[in-house]
């Protein structure tokens, strides 16, 4: 029947062109399972501290910070989900996962991409430049009136200067890999009400240093955390104020200082 | 009284009494008949001057007419409707007529000073009427609706920077039992078989490094609105009345979009035939 409907359509609406209509192709996010996965772990983390070991695993814990890109990534990651927001909320889109909207009548599926020119290492930023710069996009989907949580994207060559991003830290950056950032609650409108996980895959440079290519850290409320390995699983930090840390396992939690090496 | 309504009813008896003796459409055997929602046309060289339509019978089988409700509209919101229709008799066998209604409904929307956007909905109506018996008429009707929206600004809040787009198909039958010369029962059913999900398409620049899309479909929460009308017709001379109520999912007369909301629906015209 739509076919029959594209041939009158396309005759009886002179005025506006042709009447076909199109099913909205909605894409399937990538790595569904292993993200869901990894959110999970974040709840309920399946490694335990070796308490016998804590100054060692408070080591490695100071090691692998410098690699997450934990003092700018994250703030960045809040701006393109505030940006998805913007976008999602000016066209009367659901922007929580949590919940199913219905808009006049109708339920609303739709397809919402945000498509980023890097700033650059300039400091001020230059006009937008996709081609020497990079770029981050990415895309959003919203099915049967419902947010899905996960959105995903390619960064390409994006360039960053970090002093522009954070002007208390400094220095260029490049990243170049698929971003998916997990929600775990409502898109957020700033660092206030931020939930959601982000895994990145593929290159993150810092000035003349290739951190890790495969990161994951989740923020909730304000509070940053990441997987740490160990024996039998991954244990999960959270990072305090200052020099404290709260290591969650399967055995339990623990507050842990990373200077004076030691938790209780 | 006052001036306007005298001045109104010096107009319409004007107009009364300049009707010549030449009726609007009879059937052969002299019937007045119906053509709010049938096949049959208003009438050569007649003017019927609805609540719903002005139309106006440029020979037997061709009228032309614009819904005025919408552009009235423009006194209340700030949106301005320029329409019209064309019906035209096709066929005319015996008991047997069908007409084709072409119509197209423009609306512009001033959202903003600096944003607008339009609405087009161009409705195709087949219309068959039966005389099953010499007081008996059944009534057909299929239309196929589409509208596309687009434009600039900010749309029920869909941000245009593209355009929205739906297209029905909808079934009609009337059934009009005819107890006098110008008296008749009616009994309406209309019934949406087909709803294509709304497409829209959108656009914008976060800030100068930013840019957003969105393609979306809006799929109706009722795929299939009908209603049930019981009614009344009397067709004057000069005066042609219809009333009706019935329950279900309000039609938008002319453009045939439906409420989205089971109700109570109304169903009337009152139109005045003039014959020029």
Known sequence: ?264 | MGHATVRWTTLIATLLAAGGAARAAETADGLPKLNYQTAYTVGANTLQLGLLAFNYGLNGHLDIGVDPPYWLARSVIPVLIPNLHVKETVLDQGPVTLSVQVSGYWALLQTTSADSASLIAAPLALFASFRLLDRLWLHGEGDYVYARAFGSGDFNKLHLGGAVASQTVQVGAKLEWRLARIFSLTATGRYQVYTADLAFQASSNVDPYTTASVDGRAMAMVSHPWEAIGGVAFLWEHVHLILGAGYGYYFVPGVAIAYPKRTFVPDGNLAVVIQL
Not at chain 1, 179 to 186: K, M
Request: proline content about 6%.
């Open chain 1, 1 to 264: 029947m739509k076919r029959i409907l594209c041939v009158v359509g396309g005759v009886s609406f002179v005025l506006g062109g042709a009447g076909c209509i199109e099913n909205l192709s909605i894409p399937t996010p990538p790595m569904q399972s292993e993200t869901q996965a990894i959110a999970a772990s974040y709840d309920m983390p399946a490694g335990s501290l070796d308490v016998s070991n804590v100054q060692g695993t408070l080591d490695t814990i100071n090691a692998t910070i410098p690699n997450l890109a934990l003092d700018w990534l994250p703030s960045y990651a809040e701006g393109l989900l505030s940006d998805l927001d913007s976008r999602i909320k000016d066209s009367g889109l659901p922007d929580n996962p949590d919940a199913s909207r219905e808009t006049h009548g109708f339920v609303l599926s739709a397809v919402v991409n945000v498509n980023r020119v890097c700033m650059g290492w300039d400091d001020p930023p230059g006009p937008p430049d996709a081609v020497q710069n990079g770029t981050i996009v990415l895309t959003a989907v919203v099915q049967s009136g419902r947010l899905v949580p996960e959105s995903w994207g390619t960064a390409t060559a994006c360039k960053l200067n970090l002093t522009v991003l954070n002007g208390a830290i400094t220095g260029n950056a490049t990243l170049d890999g698929t971003v998916i950032l997990y929600l775990l609650g409502p898109l957020p409108t700033g660092s206030s009400d931020a939930r959601f996980l982000l895994t990145f895959n593929g290159t993150l440079t810092v000035g003349n240093q290739t951190l890790n290519s495969s990161i994951d850290f989740r923020v909730f409320d304000g509070v940053l955390a990441f997987r740490l390995p160990v024996t039998g699983g991954d244990i999960v930090v959270e990072v305090g104020t200052g020099s404290s840390v709260t290591l969650r396992g399967s055995n339990g939690t623990f507050l842990c200082d990373l200077k004076a090496r030691s938790c209780q």
